[in-house]
């Protein structure tokens, strides 16, 4: 595939990792979650309201408002705003957006949040205006959310490449063990692969630990010239490379891949990496088989490989293949479009030597990936970044 050149990110940085801790359920709505997030940016960045001239904020919660109604709630003056509704790789979308922002001047601090609550209806509620697809090609059958499709795609995924349960588990397992040295997962309790295995079935092959819990909450990322990160004393990690694919391989019956394998090598080639220097892995993980995919899709191994990859692989902070290793959306919590994000933070933490859990021994370069808005029988958004820090 021929592609084409593209500038790359120097001298942009990225910096203040920022997470509103989650809550099962809350009376807030979205815009408390941003305005939190906001001034946790603020606070750790040491800068005033003020300094932000950049705001990228994903969200399925801020309705009737979209982001631009954001700005006069929170009393904010911007001269650069995006939108980014693309779920699991909103992260990925916007960093790309803002990195572009400030290399270009139309922005000089750019946050990058991804925030949502979660009422006691607000799950219902968004599912009943996800998609047009959805509409059509789900509710009739009474299935109202991914669970459904998840499921579609787990049993076909395990039907053509023989992976089992087991395999899913052991990444399930591993994660819950990450997540018990995070002080922010909500799910607090270890998780062993028996366990798993004898949980009540959601829609089969998808038992309960399968299956994200929603909740409320926010993470953030500020993007900002280097020489300005320094100049605020503020740890800093550098972008390698970024990829984003939209409707990739739209004519694949049911999805077994994602947009990652098209753009994998350019994404390498951009950073000067090879997958053998990439310290941490952190997909976006709404259900383990989407996981497996992107260790397939972004090179690790080869499509249909991935059920030997996990089995031959441990997959802990202190394993031979650390991946998601604050415990992912499975362990930590899905926050609506915070959960896109949720590998971003970590990832940052860990390569600048501030992880709030287990750290990754000598954590110099992550690669964080992510996907989103499933439609029925596919995720419409992929993206992957590759991020160093300063010791890299």
């Known amino acids: 595939m021929t592609t084409s050149r593209r500038q790359g990110y120097e001298d942009i940085v990225v910096t203040v990792p920022v997470t509103v801790p989650y809550v099962r359920r809350s009376n807030h709505g979205a815009h408390w979650f941003v305005a939190r997030a906001l001034a946790g940016l603020l606070e750790a960045g040491g800068l005033a309201k003020s ?46 957006r803002a990195l572009r922002a400030v290399q270009s001047g139309d922005a000089t601090v750019v946050a990058c949040v991804g925030a949502d609550t979660n009422q006691a209806d607000t799950f219902r509620t968004t599912l009943g205006s996800f998609s047009q697809f959805a509409q059509d090609a789900v509710y ?8 459904a499709s998840f499921a579609f795609l787990t049993a076909y995924y395990m039907r053509t ?23 922010l997962a909500l799910f607090k309790k270890p998780l062993t692969l028996q366990e798993y295995l004898d949980a009540r079935p959601v829609a089969e092959p998808l038992h309960l630990f399968d299956c994200v819990m929603p909740c409320a909450g926010a993470e953030a990322f500020l993007v900002m010239r280097r020489e300005r990160a320094q100049d605020l004393g503020l740890p800093f990690a550098t972008v390698l490379g970024t990829i984003e694919r939209h409707n990739s391989f739209p004519d694949d019956p049911i999805q077994t891949r994602g947009g990652w394998v098209l753009d994998r090598d350019e994404l390498f080639a951009q950073a000067g990496v090879r997958h053998a220097d990439i310290d941490l892995l952190q997909t976006y993980d709404d259900y383990p ?26 997959f802990t902070a202190d394993g031979d293949f650390p991946v998601n290793t604050s415990g992912g959306q499975l362990s930590v919590g899905q926050a609506g479009a ?9 990832a940052l933490r860990q390569i600048t030597g501030s992880p709030l859990g287990a750290a990754v021994p000598d954590a110099r370069i992550a690669l964080v990936s992510g996907f989103g808005m499933i439609n029925y029988d596919r995720g419409l958004c992929c993206g992957a970044a590759i991020l160093a820090g300063r010791n890299a």
Not at 166 to 174: I, M
Not at 338 to 346: F, I, K, N, Q, R
Request: glycine share 16%; proline share 5%.
């Open 289 to 314: 088989v989407i996981s497996v995919m992107q260790m397939e899709d972004l090179g690790f191994c080869a499509k249909g490989e991935g059920p030997d990859f996990v089995r031959s692989h441990t």
């Open 338 to 346: 915070a959960g896109g994000y949720l590998g971003m933070t970590e």
């Open 51 to 96: 300094a932000l001239d950049g705001l990228c904020l994903s969200s399925f919660t801020l309705a009737p408002d979209t982001a631009v109604g954001v700005t006069q709630h929170l009393g904010l003056s911007l001269r650069w705003l995006d939108h980014i509704p693309m779920g699991g790789a909103g992260a990925i979308v916007g960093l790309r």
């Open 161 to 183: 490449f023989g992976a089992r349960r087991e395999d899913f588990g052991k990444l399930c397992v591993a994660q819950r063990d990450n997540a018990l040295a995070f002080p």
């Open 140 to 147: 009739p059958y009474g299935a109202g959310g991914p669970n």
